[in-house]
């Protein structure tokens, strides 16, 4: 019996063994099949500028959105009078950093307890005792108008792609898109738009950040249990009703998770927006890092991490919190214990503020400062194990980057697209090898090949070398399981960091090169991995292991045999978001000093290019999107298979 | 006879992409293959007495839960007619069926359906609150409730806070908040543990007593059924089989399917005594008994009575008929009749 299969993987060694031909017989091909021929190049940015041109002249649109960006304008002025005293209407600011300090501290508390308390309000703390008050609260002010912004968006656009199924199927792939184009392809088009600043760093962040949100809803709103829909039609809601009070409230974990991953999106998009003249954390970074002052750029990095942590922990408290009754015949004083005390901590604060100037802001020359000893520090570590990382990074470009760059650049684009034919024909038929012949084929015309293939060549070897290092760690990790809760929120934690943050390490070790690069990649591709190794691992139904174990099956025969097929799924899922991280990473870490697409890419948005940022961007995305394709149809399989 | 409130007229649901049409072909040809399409109730005629509880039993798949809800319109019929006090519901509008939802009918769902971010209290009033009462009514009618259900004191609690039992019994409160004329309870035992679910029925049994309703009652298990019903309804594949009394199904099963469920029945503890009388042919000798007890209830009396035709009476004390105990006592041991 043949199965489909086996045709398929017969007909996918044929087009493997095309690609080797195509590759082997290189020195006999014609020019043609080597690099893509001029007549196959097509002018997609020249088109795309075209469009760009008519909605922003004849179509008015312009004016459409320097309306809208005027209102958040106005709503960033007001936010940046209230935390940094920027004078703008209601010119009230600032107000004094004890009191927002304690504000955190009691949110934290009213949410989670002391330890989320103490983690709020120590963050904005040191915020403020390291005289980064200005730059974090201009950060802020945009997260605090952007994000309502974004939730309430979101919110709308899940419930209508709810109601109608059409506008889903529309907005389907729109999403998809939008979620594997790197952040500069955001930037170029608001630039052309808006300009650059603040205005256009909240508008950025405010795009950027709705997809998640819109997907949380629409998944929150399909998982009300149909009973409880029921319940509300026999109580006689009307649909409105039912919509209001029985849809959106029982969705309202999903919703307030959609709105956490709206604030985390949020940080990492004002922090990159520095590149367009967002002031704040990220263009005090920005300018640090280029200026390789380490001890300075680790306080602003630790800044950041405090931030995002806080940030992330407090929403997903407010997401997860279950809710609990009260006393029933309790005061209205009893009731709202944590109000009084909020409001009186406040008052009392201000007061303070007032009498000792300290507490209302601290100067620049009074501010704390650790930069001098991580300086030293680092300087002595650096000499202790330079001449580790001096051979490492020998050692990595000579030996594995440039020739493995060379190689990728070396074969013909004909053999590596009959290649990934090849894999997708192997992995899904006809209809996965057409669809990655379709996106790598646009990259192909897209006339940016090269480029295209330096940044394959960063994600691949740095995928790589996370699945080295993460799958490792991930099964050590799940064989225990306090470990594998613990090693579970390292990554957590680790993730919600903005991904700027990364880079801070990897050059203080490597310095500005490709190893750096591929470093900073590695680590950020390697959470992923771990985590859904782990996952995947503990996640194993125990009958099974028992089973393997009373048929006498050893440690090492359980996890080959029966852990890792059955937790092979899950795993793939993070090999998946290990791909999109690592994209979205190399494009980032262009700044210091990659060949790739990301290095044009920034070039566009400092000429403000907007057909070739988007096409650069489309061309990462569409490598995104196909790995997508690619992974999550092989795990469907494997999960159909395996009946989970 | 007392007045009809629900009334069936062939009613059919099919789930599939074209069902009237398929209705359409079936009703032409009954060989027509029903590949892609679902047949969850079909042709199904019943009529609901008001004060009447009916028990519609049948296995998973059987079409019992489609039928509830063909009843409330929670979902559209593809053939026949549902008719509630003589009002065909499927020409109602959205506005008057929500009117009719608010004003008569009150439903208990299997995994009861409440809101997870509303406490106890608000659960129970929702129902009122969507009818726009103000909140002081309606939080003393669902103190009210809740006093009837034995929940008083968890007002404030949510309900993840609770049992499964102690869930249901909000479930309850909530349909019967708005004084519903017809309840409908979907296998509302059904998820509970059997020492709860026992506890639930003598409860169930109780407030049934209190409350004269029409009683829509949706069950899988078949002794629930006959502890509960006034008459029953066997459903398998969509189709009614038999809807009758009690006594009269493990009597009398329609069919062979029937009877294999009620093949393992203790008919003894189902079977009253009045089901058993026959015309007297002469006067009644003796002390009657009551047409009500069960065969079980009688079984000492059967053993040690001589008399060859037992008298039974109504509630009233009239007799109605004679028993022969040679019949009773075949029933009590379990003997084919």
Same mark, same amino acid.
């Given at each position: 019996?043949?199965?489909?299969?086996?045709?398929?993987?017969?007909?996918?060694?044929?087009?493997?063994?095309?690609?080797?031909?195509?590759?082997?017989?290189?020195?006999?091909?014609?020019?043609?099949?080597?690099?893509?021929?001029?007549?196959?190049?097509?002018?997609?940015?020249?088109?795309?500028?075209?469009?760009?041109?008519?909605?922003?002249?004849?179509?008015?649109?312009?004016?459409?959105?320097?309306?809208?960006?005027?209102?958040?304008?106005?709503?960033?002025?007001?936010?940046?009078?209230?935390?940094?005293?920027?004078?703008?209407?209601?010119?009230?600011?600032?107000?004094?950093?004890?009191?927002?300090?304690?504000?955190?501290?009691?949110?934290?508390?009213?949410?989670?307890?002391?330890?989320?308390?103490?983690?709020?309000?120590?963050?904005?703390?040191?915020?403020?005792?390291?005289?980064?008050?200005?730059?974090?609260?201009?950060?802020?002010?945009?997260?605090?108008?952007?994000?309502?912004?974004?939730?309430?968006?979101?919110?709308?656009?899940?419930?209508?792609?709810?109601?109608?199924?059409?506008?889903?199927?529309?907005?389907?792939?729109?999403?998809?898109?939008?979620?594997?184009?790197?952040?500069?392809?955001?930037?170029?088009?608001?630039?052309?738009?808006?300009?650059?600043?603040?205005?256009?760093?909240?508008?950025?962040?405010?795009?950027?950040?709705?997809?998640?949100?819109?997907?949380?809803?629409?998944?929150?709103?399909?998982?009300?249990?149909?009973?409880?829909?029921?319940?509300?039609?026999?109580?006689?809601?009307?649909?409105?009703?039912?919509?209001?009070?029985?849809?959106?409230?029982?969705?309202?974990?999903?919703?307030?998770?959609?709105?956490?991953?709206?604030?985390?999106?949020?940080?990492?998009?004002?922090?990159?927006?520095?590149?367009?003249?967002?002031?704040?954390?990220?263009?005090?970074?920005?300018?640090?890092?280029?200026?390789?002052?380490?001890?300075?750029?680790?306080?602003?990095?630790?800044?950041?991490?405090?931030?995002?942590?806080?940030?992330?922990?407090?929403?997903?408290?407010?997401?997860?919190?279950?809710?609990?009754?009260?006393?029933?015949?309790?005061?209205?004083?009893?009731?709202?214990?944590?109000?009084?005390?909020?409001?009186?901590?406040?008052?009392?604060?201000?007061?303070?503020?007032?009498?000792?100037?300290?507490?209302?802001?601290?100067?620049?020359?009074?501010?704390?400062?650790?930069?001098?000893?991580?300086?030293?520090?680092?300087?002595?570590?650096?000499?202790?194990?330079?001449?580790?990382?001096?051979?490492?990074?020998?050692?990595?470009?000579?030996?594995?980057?440039?020739?493995?760059?060379?190689?990728?650049?070396?074969?013909?684009?004909?053999?590596?697209?009959?290649?990934?034919?090849?894999?997708?024909?192997?992995?899904?038929?006809?209809?996965?090898?057409?669809?990655?012949?379709?996106?790598?084929?646009?990259?192909?015309?897209?006339?940016?090949?090269?480029?295209?293939?330096?940044?394959?060549?960063?994600?691949?070897?740095?995928?790589?070398?996370?699945?080295?290092?993460?799958?490792?760690?991930?099964?050590?990790?799940?064989?225990?399981?306090?470990?594998?809760?613990?090693?579970?929120?390292?990554?957590?934690?680790?993730?919600?960091?903005?991904?700027?943050?990364?880079?801070?390490?990897?050059?203080?070790?490597?310095?500005?090169?490709?190893?750096?690069?591929?470093?900073?990649?590695?680590?950020?591709?390697?959470?992923?991995?771990?985590?859904?190794?782990?996952?995947?691992l503990c996640n194993v139904p125990p009958e099974l292991v028992e089973a393997a174990e009373m048929s006498g099956a050893n440690r090492r025969q359980t996890l080959w045999h029966v852990q890792l097929p059955m937790a092979l799924p899950t795993m793939l899922v993070g090999a998946n978001q290990s791909v999109m991280f690592s994209l979205f990473m190399v494009i980032i870490a262009a700044f210091i000093g990659t060949q790739d697409l990301g290095q044009e890419m920034q070039r566009a948005l400092s000429s403000t290019d907007v057909g070739k940022g988007l096409v650069l961007g489309f061309a990462v995305a569409f490598m995104g999107l196909m790995t997508d394709h690619l992974i999550s149809r092989w795990s469907d399989d494997r999960k159909r298979a395996l009946g989970? | 006879?007392?007045?009809?409130?629900?009334?069936?007229?062939?009613?059919?649901?099919?789930?599939?992409?074209?069902?009237?049409?398929?209705?359409?072909?079936?009703?032409?040809?009954?060989?027509?293959?029903?590949?892609?399409?679902?047949?969850?109730?079909?042709?199904?005629?019943?009529?609901?007495?008001?004060?009447?509880?009916?028990?519609?039993?049948?296995?998973?798949?059987?079409?019992?839960?489609?039928?509830?809800?063909?009843?409330?319109?929670?979902?559209?019929?593809?053939?026949?007619?549902?008719?509630?006090?003589?009002?065909?519901?499927?020409?109602?509008?959205?506005?008057?069926?929500?009117?009719?939802?608010?004003?008569?009918?009150?439903?208990?769902?299997?995994?009861?359906?409440?809101?997870?971010?509303?406490?106890?209290?608000?659960?129970?009033?929702?129902?009122?609150?969507?009818?726009?009462?103000?909140?002081?009514?309606?939080?003393?009618?669902?103190?009210?409730?809740?006093?009837?259900?034995?929940?008083?004191?968890?007002?404030?609690?949510?309900?993840?806070?609770?049992?499964?039992?102690?869930?249901? %019994? $909000?479930?309850? =409160?909530? *349909? #019967? +908040?708005?004084?519903?004329?017809?309840?409908?309870?979907? !296998?509302?035992?059904? &998820?509970?543990?059997?020492?709860?679910?026992?506890?639930?029925?003598?409860?169930?049994?109780?407030?049934?007593?209190?409350?004269?309703?029409?009683?829509?009652?949706?069950?899988?298990?078949?002794?629930?059924?006959?502890?509960?019903?006034?008459?029953?309804?066997?459903?398998?594949?969509?189709?009614?089989?038999?809807?009758?009394?009690?006594?009269?199904?493990?009597?009398?099963?329609?069919?062979?399917?029937?009877?294999?469920?009620?093949?393992?029945?203790?008919?003894? %503890? $189902?079977?009253? =005594?009045? *089901? #058993? +009388?026959?015309?007297?042919?002469?006067?009644?000798?003796? !002390?009657?008994?009551? &047409?009500?007890?069960?065969?079980?209830?009688?079984?000492?009396?059967?053993?040690?009575?001589?008399?060859?035709?037992?008298?039974?009476?109504?509630?009233?004390?009239?007799?109605?008929?004679?028993?022969?105990?040679?019949?009773?006592?075949?029933?009590?041991?379990?003997?084919?009749?």
């Open positions: 019996m043949t199965s489909p299969a086996a045709r398929g993987i017969g007909m996918a060694g044929l087009l493997f063994a095309l690609a080797l031909c195509l590759a082997l017989g290189k020195l006999i091909l014609p020019e043609g099949l080597i690099r893509p021929p001029e007549w196959l190049v097509q002018p997609f940015a020249d088109w795309i500028n075209a469009a760009f041109y008519f909605l922003q002249n004849d179509l008015g649109l312009m004016s459409l959105t320097r309306a809208f960006s005027d209102v958040v304008e106005w709503l960033l002025d007001v936010t940046a009078n209230l935390l940094y005293g920027k004078s703008r209407w209601p010119n009230i600011g600032p107000i004094p950093w004890i009191v927002i300090a304690v504000t955190a501290f009691m949110a934290g508390y009213a949410l989670k307890g002391w330890r989320l308390a103490a983690l709020s309000g120590g963050t904005f703390v040191w915020i403020a005792l390291m005289g980064q008050w200005k730059w974090a609260m201009e950060t802020l002010s945009v997260i605090v108008v952007a994000a309502p912004f974004s939730v309430f968006l979101g919110l709308l656009m899940g419930v209508l792609a709810w109601r109608s199924p059409r506008f889903e199927r529309v907005l389907n792939p729109i999403l998809n898109i939008a979620q594997s184009l790197p952040h500069f392809a955001y930037m170029i088009p608001v630039v052309v738009f808006i300009g650059v600043g603040p205005k256009a760093g909240a508008i950025v962040t405010i795009i950027f950040s709705v997809p998640p949100m819109i997907r949380m809803t629409l998944l929150g709103l399909k998982k009300v249990p149909e009973e409880v829909i029921e319940a509300g039609k026999m109580a006689g809601s009307t649909r409105w009703q039912l919509l209001t009070r029985v849809r959106i409230p029982t969705a309202r974990s999903e919703i307030l998770i959609g709105v956490n991953q709206v604030i985390m999106q949020c940080l990492a998009m004002v922090v990159l927006a520095s590149f367009i003249g967002m002031p704040g954390l990220g263009q005090k970074l920005l300018q640090l890092l280029q200026s390789l002052k380490i001890g300075l750029s680790v306080e602003i990095g630790v800044t950041i991490v405090l931030l995002a942590v806080t940030l992330d922990r407090l929403s997903k408290a407010w997401a997860l919190r279950l809710p609990e009754h009260g006393a029933p015949s309790a005061q209205w004083l009893q009731r709202n214990r944590l109000l009084v005390i909020w409001i009186s901590l406040c008052a009392a604060g201000f007061v303070l503020a007032q009498l000792v100037p300290y507490l209302h802001e601290v100067e620049r020359r009074q501010a704390l400062s650790v930069a001098g000893p991580i300086d030293a520090a680092m300087d002595q570590v650096i000499r202790l194990i330079a001449p580790v990382t001096a051979w490492l990074r020998w050692f990595l470009i000579t030996w594995v980057l440039i020739p493995m760059r060379d190689a990728y650049l070396w074969l013909p684009f004909t053999a590596v697209l009959a290649l990934l034919a090849a894999v997708g024909w192997a992995v899904g038929g006809m209809r996965s090898a057409l669809i990655c012949l379709a996106y790598f084929g646009l990259i192909a015309m897209s006339g940016w090949w090269d480029r295209a293939m330096i940044t394959v060549y960063m994600v691949s070897i740095s995928v790589l070398i996370a699945a080295l290092i993460g799958l490792p760690v991930g099964i050590w990790a799940a064989c225990n399981p306090t470990r594998a809760a613990r090693i579970l929120l390292i990554c957590d934690t680790a993730q919600t960091f903005p991904s700027f943050i990364y880079l801070i390490p990897v050059i203080m070790l490597f310095g500005v090169n490709d190893v750096a690069v591929v470093a900073a990649v590695v680590v950020f591709a390697a959470v992923p991995i771990v985590r859904y190794t782990i996952e995947g989970v | 006879m007392s007045e009809t409130v629900i009334s069936c007229l062939g009613v059919s649901k099919i789930f599939g992409p074209d069902p009237v049409a398929h209705l359409a072909r079936l009703k032409a040809d009954p060989q027509t293959s029903s590949v892609g399409y679902v047949q969850a109730v079909r042709d199904v005629d019943l009529d609901i007495q008001r004060g009447e509880m009916l028990v519609v039993m049948g296995l998973s798949g059987s079409g019992k839960s489609t039928l509830v809800r063909c009843l409330s319109r929670l979902i559209d019929i593809t053939g026949g007619t549902v008719t509630i006090e003589g009002q065909d519901i499927a020409t109602l509008s959205e506005s008057a069926l929500i009117d009719l939802r608010r004003r008569k009918m009150g439903m208990v769902f299997q995994s009861f359906g409440l809101l997870p971010h509303r406490t106890v209290l608000d659960n129970v009033a929702f129902p009122l609150e969507m009818r726009g009462q103000d909140r002081s009514t309606r939080y003393a009618r669902a103190r009210e409730m809740l006093e009837l259900v034995g929940l008083k004191g968890r007002e404030a609690y949510f309900p993840r806070e609770l049992s499964g039992g102690q869930q249901q %019994r $909000v479930g309850i =409160a909530r *349909s #019967l +908040a708005i004084e519903p004329d017809i309840w409908f309870l979907d !296998e509302p035992f059904s &998820a509970l543990d059997p020492l709860i679910r026992r506890e639930m029925q003598d409860e169930f049994l109780r407030l049934k007593g209190l409350l004269n309703k029409t009683i829509i009652f949706i069950t899988h298990d078949f002794d629930e059924a006959l502890r509960l019903a006034d008459r029953i309804a066997i459903m398998k594949d969509g189709r009614i089989e038999q809807c009758d009394t009690p006594d009269q199904i493990v009597l009398h099963p329609a069919t062979e399917y029937i009877a294999k469920f009620t093949a393992e029945i203790d008919r003894a %503890r $189902v079977v009253r =005594a009045g *089901s #058993l +009388a026959r015309q007297l042919s002469g006067a009644a000798e003796g !002390e009657a008994v009551a &047409a009500t007890r069960t065969i079980r209830d009688l079984a000492r009396l059967l053993v040690a009575d001589r008399r060859e035709v037992i008298p039974i009476a109504d509630t009233e004390g009239k007799i109605i008929g004679g028993m022969n105990r040679q019949e009773a006592l075949d029933v009590l041991l379990g003997e084919a009749t």
